[in-house]
């Protein structure tokens, strides 16, 4: 009977891995995994950025504006996202970035967008770039002055 218990501890400790895995941002080979919405190859991690719909489906993006593009009429709210910090270069949970756009950021698709987990790293970006801070995940879908 232990043995058997064994395994089936080992087999929910496996599982319970794999959706935790399943849940967060998905891996991304540089200069091999393709862009959902222009079809090049994401070469920087920085820009790249990362959905998910409720049912499971995930899309990857070489850049900011792509990520824009492919969900402008799409319902945000229900959707995971992810992006790079451009401090550390982390994934970080899209509900929680702060964007910086900077028309004179060249990014693979022209978005110039750069995204951080701190508030004070943004502004101190958008400063030192002659940019303005997209405050969240919202104000970068609602943001009619942003590129698209």
Known sequence: MKPTLLVLAAALAVSGACRAIADGPPAIELDRTQCSECGMLVSEAAFAAASRTPSGETRVFDDVRCLRKAHAAS????????????????????RHAIFVEAPSLQTPMGGGFLVFREHAAAEAAARDRNGRVVGSLDDLFNDAGGSQ
């Open 75 to 94: 319902d945000t709210k229900s959707r995971q996202f992810w992006f790079h910090d451009a401090r550390d270069g982390s994934w970080m949970d899209g």
